[in-house]
């Protein structure tokens, strides 16, 4: 049987320890690289346990993924241009997902950022809620120097070279989950495998806008406390890994 990263989950787990610890703070889980399906289980063992919940706590899932394509309500499996025999090469699986958004490519480079939060306890409907995760992506983009913007038309984060800003959001028993996707130093050849549904623009990084190395931790350490305060919470609260997650060993095959 496959594993899939996650220990054996015991029940109340995390809720009994967040009620020890602050009821109406944003608990952010710093977590590597973790493939693609092992942080879904986690986001849906946390969505549950945060809407049997009656505060405001939160989680926030930071990670990167190993090469995955994923397919959300706004996309089509005609969005995926490359041949199945590629995606076979390159250890590529295709998720179809119940998120908004259409099809996404993730690989190592880009931060994968999880808010499971309560909107209705945070007073957020969903257009309201999309936009403060878009503004708390710009926010931290002016600490680092970068030049970003949002449109009110269409969900993403841009630069002048392009979007580099990705969004896909469910909603389960009133707990949003997934979110968005940020495109800081990715091998920018997988982005030529996926049709982003609904884009004009092309894909790009902000590696490519800045021309020089940057640093996932400085994107994350800017991320974190902004989009914290965006979603209206004064307390966080950060944990490297997560009880529920064991390392596995994967190896990541670069297409030649």
């Keep these: 049987m496959k594993s899939n990263g996650m220990e054996p989950f015991r029940a109340n787990q995390l809720s009994n320890a967040g009620r ?76 179809w997902l119940n998120r908004g958004g259409g099809c996404l490519v993730h690989c190592p480079g880009q931060l994968a950022v999880y808010p499971i939060v309560p909107v209705q306890r945070l007073d957020f409907g969903l257009v309201d809620y999309r936009r403060a995760l878009e503004q708390s992506v710009i926010d931290a983009c002016r600490d680092l120097h970068i030049p970003a913007v949002r449109r009110d038309e269409e969900p993403g984060i841009w630069c002048r070279l392009g979007q580099f800003g990705f969004f896909g959001v469910a909603v389960k028993s009133r707990v949003a989950y997934h979110g968005m996707f940020i495109n800081v130093a990715p091998d920018m050849e997988y982005q030529r495998l996926v049709r982003s549904s609904g884009l004009a623009d092309r894909a790009t990084s902000l590696a490519a806008l800045r021309v020089r190395p940057t640093a996932m931790h400085s994107v994350r350490s800017a991320i974190v406390p902004r989009l914290s305060a965006r979603l209206g919470y004064d307390r966080f609260h950060i944990y490297t890994g997560h009880p529920l997650l064991r390392r596995t060993t994967r190896k990541v095959y670069v297409h030649t």
């Design 20 to 95: 020890s610890r602050h009821s109406g703070s944003l608990e952010v889980y710093l977590l590597g690289i973790v493939d693609f399906d092992s942080s879904l289980v986690l986001q849906e063992r946390l969505c549950d346990e945060i809407a049997e919940r009656e505060d405001r706590q939160g989680a926030l899932l930071i990670c990167e993924h190993p090469p995955i394509v994923t397919i959300g309500r706004q996309g089509s499996r005609s969005d995926v241009l490359a041949e199945p025999r590629e995606l076979v090469s390159r250890e590529m699986d295709v998720r």
